[in-house]
């Protein structure tokens, strides 16, 4: 019979007790709540609170988990949750952690959508993106130097990182990018092997097919967004791509000027982009729609983990596909950087946005004050400073 002291959820370097399910919910409730800045500061923002604080996983494991998700559709910090969640309690632990995560943003687009609908605006958000921003690159600065070691294993995946930042910075795909950082690195590390025919880790890439919409609004929309969230690879910018293809010029049912209102939304909002939807659910088909566009957006992602977790230990366990591994490794990292440049760009706008981000970087290295602590204050600095320019 199994010790009910000890932990069977596996995945965890802490040694924590059964209570992991409880854990799960906890974290990725508070992270739902404070996740400002998109999927880098998410990624970095996990790393901090699992890796650095919690000890739940190694860095080498938390670098393999990045990388595997890089390689499926769907949003890739929500993703990362799920899989850190099932590495903590099992499957349980899978549907709590990506559930926990979306349910504050959720709650927040929900109510946004609320104020929109009736009063034909959203509430202004700026003062508090003020103080967010520069602490958010702050974190996500921190974090990429500490996983630097652990993706960068040579000369070859730091030239592979270089490369790849400077592709990412001149606009090339970021699927095609990670691909061939992917594939550079499995061809040079077995040069001396018959590669296989078969079983190629091209498999990863293949999205999941799902049937085109049929009868009924409510239909069609929840099958929309999950053919969105089946075949979507990228940032926000690629999302309000097929957004508009759908929703603008296919079906009719937004303006481009409600599809940018809920592009901001989901930019403006803590957790994933991707509950844009939840905002375009609303405002074509009130709260059911909000419920089932939310759903049918990220079911594939907990389909996809939940095929993942099979496959990221045997990826590790042989040596092509390790090689690749490492490959992509390197170049999520690169890719992180690129989005962590574009974010510094917005968010150091005055002496103050710099002052804050810096502080937040001193922190990080003589403090192990969780980041949670950096956000409220930014925020509250920021609010007070618009109120105070009011």
Request: glycine share 12%; aromatic share 8%; hydrophobic share 55%.
């Amino acid at each position: 019979m199994m010790d009910a002291s000890r932990d069977d959820t596996g995945g965890g370097s802490g040694g924590r007790p059964v209570h992991a399910l409880g854990e799960v919910i906890g974290v990725f409730l508070k992270l739902g709540v404070i996740g400002f800045g998109g999927p880098a500061a998410h990624t970095a923002m996990m790393r901090d609170e699992l890796v650095r604080r919690r000890g739940w996983v190694s860095d080498e494991r938390f670098v393999d988990l990045i990388g595997a998700v890089n390689l499926i559709p769907g949003p890739n910090s929500t993703e990362l949750a799920i899989h850190l969640g099932y590495d903590r309690a099992r499957w349980k632990g899978l549907i709590a952690a990506g559930v926990c995560f979306i349910l504050p943003a959720f709650a927040i687009v929900l109510a946004l959508a609320w104020a929109y609908v009736r009063y034909g605006r959203t509430p202004a958000v700026e003062g508090l993106l003020y103080g967010i921003k520069p602490v958010v690159v702050a974190i996500v600065v921190w974090a990429l130097a500490g996983l630097l070691r652990t993706a960068i294993k040579g000369r070859l995946t730091a030239l592979v990182a270089t490369v790849a930042l400077a592709l990412y910075l001149l606009g090339v795909n970021e699927l095609l990018v990670l691909a061939v950082g992917g594939l550079v690195v499995m061809a040079a590390g077995t040069r001396h092997l018959w590669l296989p025919r078969r079983g190629s880790p091209g498999l990863l890439l293949v999205p999941l097919l799902v049937p085109g919409p049929t009868g009924g609004r409510l239909t069609e929309l929840f099958l929309t967004f999950l053919k969105i969230g089946s075949v979507l690879y990228g940032s926000g910018y690629v999302l309000l791509a097929f957004l508009e293809g759908d929703f603008v010029r296919r079906l009719g049912w937004i303006t481009r000027d409600q599809l940018l209102d809920a592009i901001s939304i989901g930019q403006f909002t803590p957790g994933p982009v991707f509950t844009t939807a939840t905002f375009i659910g609303y405002v074509t088909a009130a709260l059911p729609g909000a419920v089932l566009a939310t759903v049918a957006i990220f079911t594939p992602s907990f389909v996809l983990v939940g095929l993942l977790t099979r496959l990221v230990d045997r990826i590790r366990g042989r040596a092509w596909s390790s090689a690749f591994l490492d490959g992509v490794n390197a170049t999520a990292l690169a890719l992180m950087a690129g989005v962590t440049l574009q974010l510094a760009g917005d968010a150091f706008v005055d002496p103050l946005t710099v002052a804050l981000a810096v502080l937040a970087l001193l922190l990080q290295w003589r403090t192990r004050l969780n980041t949670a602590w950096f956000i409220a204050v930014a925020a509250a600095i920021g609010l007070a400073r618009t109120l105070l320019a009011g």
